[in-house]
């Protein structure tokens, strides 16, 4: 468990968190810049100290104000992995990565090397010099130090900022591995919802220094309370699914969810595969009655549950349909359709992004 009620002047603005979560899984840390997010990661690397409050970790203290309790960073037994990397450019990968294994108490060293070398594919360059590697390269090279410094907890930060979609594709399923392989308890930043939905099981929202919302990945992506978060491309909502037919033969795959089934462009992953569905509030559009004659496959009858209109041109708009789906509309539209809580409605969902892992 990690219990954290502290909080730290920063300017005129200041850091309060209060939360407790268990320390299985991946904890996301979501919110816009400046939100305080890094705060927190640098409050449980002991590299920033609250003003007051205490920081405890499955029973341990790591900081308490009053009592005087400030455990040194070497102490913790945290792995932080920064944005900048901050790999040693004179060093080769192999001497890199056992900067992190030399400073691990010698009794803890329950990762062994070559288990990290194989699960992030390192082997072939471990005597090249990191200056000499690409940016996906390099980021696994900071991974494999963090790991085999045997850690209780590891954090990171925005891992996958720096790199371009074709280098966050590349290192999206090493993250995956690590987090399925080894089960060491982790706490991430990030401010993209794709990426929560893909690593994460619970998710800590995070805006002005305050905690907003805690909560599985399906349940806080399914808040409208956040759609002042959430802009445009980021709300929606994520559905737990599963591979009922890897191909029906025009090259879809069904997936069964709470709700039905679910056509979408080949997953690439056999009948039985566990699978996350991200589904954007912009993609879905809404209807008193199902459509025919149209070429949008995904067509669900559901309840609204809950509608949020402000001053804007928008509605954000909460259905069940076995699972809560988000749709934004304009509020023209929201007012043209009559729609309001209680009344059944079709939603017609337009586009739809997943993720796969059989271990999630």
Same mark, same amino acid.
């Given at each position: 468990?990690?219990?954290?009620?502290?909080?730290?002047?920063?300017?005129?603005?200041?850091?309060?968190?209060?939360?407790?979560?268990?320390?299985?899984?991946?904890?996301?840390?979501? /919110?816009?810049?400046?939100?305080?997010?890094?705060?927190?990661?640098?409050?449980?690397?002991?590299?920033?100290?609250?003003?007051?409050?205490?920081?405890?970790?499955?029973?341990?203290?790591?900081?308490?104000?009053?009592? /005087?309790?400030?455990?040194?960073?070497?102490?913790?037994? $945290?792995?932080?992995?920064?944005?900048?990397?901050?790999?040693?450019?004179?060093?080769?990968?192999?001497?890199?990565?056992?900067?992190?294994?030399?400073?691990?108490?010698?009794?803890?060293?329950? #990762?062994?090397?070559?288990?990290?070398?194989?699960?992030?594919?390192?082997?072939?360059?471990?005597?090249?010099?990191?200056?000499?590697?690409?940016?996906?390269?390099?980021?696994? $090279?900071?991974?494999?130090?963090?790991?085999?410094?045997?850690?209780?907890?590891?954090?990171?930060?925005?891992?996958?900022?720096?790199?371009?979609?074709?280098?966050?594709?590349?290192?999206?399923?090493?993250?995956?591995?690590?987090?399925?392989?080894?089960?060491?308890?982790? #706490?991430?930043?990030?401010?993209?919802?794709?990426? $929560?939905?893909?690593?994460?099981?619970?998710?800590?929202?995070?805006?002005?220094?305050? *905690?907003?919302?805690?909560?599985?990945?399906?349940?806080?992506?399914?808040?409208?309370?956040?759609?002042? *978060?959430?802009?445009?491309?980021?709300?929606?909502?994520? #559905?737990?699914?599963?591979?009922?037919?890897?191909?029906? /033969?025009?090259?879809?795959?069904?997936?069964?969810?709470?709700?039905?089934?679910?056509?979408?462009?080949?997953?690439?992953?056999?009948?039985?595969?566990?699978?996350?569905?991200? *589904?954007?509030?912009?993609?879905?559009?809404?209807?008193?009655?199902?459509?025919?004659?149209?070429?949008?496959?995904?067509?669900?009858?559901?309840?609204?549950?809950?509608?949020?209109?402000?001053?804007?041109?928008?509605?954000?708009?909460?259905?069940?349909?076995? $699972?809560?789906?988000?749709?934004? *509309?304009?509020?023209?539209?929201?007012?043209?359709?009559?729609?309001?809580? /209680?009344?059944?409605?079709?939603?017609?969902?337009?586009?739809?992004?997943?993720?796969?892992?059989?271990?999630?």
């Amino acid at each position: 468990m990690l219990e954290i009620d502290a909080a730290q002047k920063l300017g005129s603005a200041e850091v309060a968190i209060t939360l407790a979560t268990p320390t299985d899984g991946v904890l996301a840390l979501f /919110g816009p810049s400046g939100a305080g997010k890094t705060t927190v990661l640098n409050w449980l690397a002991g590299l920033g100290r609250p003003d007051r409050g205490r920081i405890r970790l499955n029973g341990t203290t790591l900081f308490d104000r009053e009592a /005087g309790i400030n455990l040194p960073p070497e102490k913790r037994r $945290v792995a932080y992995m920064f944005q900048d990397l901050r790999l040693f450019p004179h060093l080769n990968v192999r001497d890199n990565i056992r900067y992190g294994w030399r400073r691990s108490p010698a009794a803890e060293r329950h #990762i062994a090397e070559g288990t990290v070398l194989e699960l992030l594919e390192l082997e072939r360059f471990q005597h090249r010099r990191v200056n000499d590697l690409s940016g996906g390269e390099k980021q696994r $090279v900071a991974l494999a130090r963090a790991l085999l410094s045997a850690p209780r907890l590891l954090l990171l930060d925005e891992p996958l900022a720096a790199l371009d979609e074709k280098r966050k594709a590349e290192i999206l399923p090493f993250l995956e591995r690590v987090r399925s392989s080894l089960s060491i308890p982790t #706490i991430f930043v990030s401010h993209n919802v794709d990426e $929560v939905v893909r690593l994460a099981n619970r998710v800590a929202v995070i805006a002005q220094g305050r *905690i907003r919302r805690v909560g599985s990945i399906f349940e806080v992506f399914a808040d409208l309370g956040l759609g002042d *978060i959430l802009d445009g491309g980021a709300a929606g909502a994520a #559905i737990p699914a599963r591979v009922s037919v890897a191909d029906d /033969g025009s090259g879809l795959s069904v997936l069964d969810f709470a709700g039905g089934q679910f056509r979408v462009p080949g997953a690439g992953r056999p009948a039985g595969t566990a699978i996350n569905l991200r *589904i954007r509030a912009r993609d879905v559009a809404l209807a008193r009655n199902r459509v025919d004659g149209i070429s949008i496959l995904n067509q669900f009858q559901g309840r609204i549950t809950e509608i949020s209109s402000g001053n804007g041109p928008y509605a954000d708009v909460l259905l069940d349909i076995g $699972v809560p789906v988000w749709a934004r *509309i304009s509020r023209h539209s929201l007012k043209d359709l009559g729609l309001s809580v /209680g009344q059944r409605a079709w939603c017609l969902i337009k586009a739809v992004s997943f993720d796969t892992d059989p271990n999630r």
